[in-house]
C-alpha cells in the first residue's frame, strides 16, 4: 500500500489523495471495511466542497524514486555548472 497526498499549485484547497493498493478487490471487501476506514468515510463528506470521485487505474509502468534528496536530472544540473 502506498499513499500521496497532492496540493494542486494553484489553489491550495484543492487535494488529491492517490493510494495504490496491490489488490483492488481486497481494498473494497476489506480494507474499506475496517473500523479507521468507517469513521475516515464518515467525515470525508464534511471536508469536501463535493462528492468524491474514486477511480481505479491499471498500472502501465513502475518507476519509483524515493525521497532521499536525488533528483532524475541532478546529474545533469551539475555537469552543466561545471562547464
Sequence with gaps: MNTVLNQAS???TLFVLHETWLDHGNF???QMKRDYRQEYEARL???L???REMKIFE???SD???QSGW???KEDE???EAS
Design 49 to 51: 466542497r463535493e462528492p
Design 28 to 30: 473494497f471487501s476489506v
Design 10 to 12: 494553484d489553489d491550495p
Design 71 to 73: 533528483h532524475p536530472y
Design 45 to 47: 463528506p464534511a471536508l
Design 78 to 80: 551539475d555537469e552543466h
Design 59 to 61: 498500472p502501465l509502468r
Design 64 to 66: 519509483f524514486v524515493f
